[in-house]
């Protein structure tokens, strides 16, 4: 497979919330707003891609006994960097985000990645796969995200979108709201990819 | 054999350098995240208690040693300077004294030429809601505005909230504290 493939696989065919459903935790959590979900999405991209390289740089060198073990120092390494970096110059989203910067750790997409495909590839080919998972896992939270503050509290990116006297439907930035949108999402997703499927078989036949 | 000692040197080479990397990402972000911490949680009640300055506060911070608590580790007492043209004009730092359930913690603004009040501002307590609570409301915070600072406030001299004897005293006295940390450590604080 390519490089631009390896990419743009992240972004539709394993979206990680949407298709392979890993890393509901904070999909769940913290997609209450749409800064929110991207803040997330983009501290785990970093780690993502940071982890990837550096599992692919020493796949040779790390016995598979202990390679498990490995990948998770790797990992939480890089979740502490995130954790500094933003207590020190993004202190508002870090005080949003809370608990779940440092559960980035115990993210399956990033194990899942690093033992899945890192482990295995070449650093140039898991950098693409971690900028493609981690890009598509920050658009899913977004719109999530956005998605669920259009609707709970009637604004987008904090800017009041409704006329006045708009009552917001609160039920959705809490937490059963979360379910209910990932479920009208995973439905829509479903749903388009079975008629993508369909339109593919029919112009084979 | 070979195999388990390959294990044991990998793990504990990547174990290593990792915390050498984080030791190194730590020592860089101390200063930044302190003064996001300040710049967030105390910058709102330091605004509210200083007019017409014209640098940063909470940048200009100082630190003043004042005791060791139990353990025997430093207590600091953090001073927010307000500064026109260079001189401190007036400052602003915590004071606490118990209230009737648990202590308040007070932030407070002194002019110092004037010796009086520029303003209070509650930043913490547990005090009753409805009752006790009041305390953070602005009519009860604005009549401590212009109050003298050397001579000991007292509860008839402002606004006393009826109903809340002792959280008002509790404030009260937070300020009469104030003023003797004021006259212990007033040099340090203008320099």
Redesign the interface.
Known sequence: MSIAREFTKGLWEIIPPFRLVLGLCPTLAVTTSAENGMGMGLATTFVLVCSNLLVSL?RK???S??RI??YV??I??FV??VE??M???T??LY?ALGIFIPLIVVNCIILGRAEAFAGKNGPVASIADGLGVGLGFTISLAVLGAFREILGSGTLWGHGLFWEGFEPFTFMVRAPGAFVALGLFLAAINLISAKLDDRKRRAQS | MR?IL??LV??TA??AV?GF??AL??DV?RE??EY??L??VKEPAVKAVLKGYQNDPIKDRLSILVGKDKKGKPVNLIVFPAKKDGKTFAVAFESSAAGYHGDIGVMLGVDLAGKKLTGISIVSHTETPGLGARITETNFTDSFKDKPMDKELAVGDINALSGATLSTKGVVAAINNAQATLNKYRDKMVQ
């Open positions: 020493l060198i790390i016995p006994k202990v073990a490995a120092v790797i939480a390494s502490v960097i500094l970096m207590q020190a110059y202190f508002p005080q | 195999d390959k294990m990998v793990l990547i174990c990792s990397l984080l990402v730590h972000t930044p995240i996001s911490r710049k967030f």
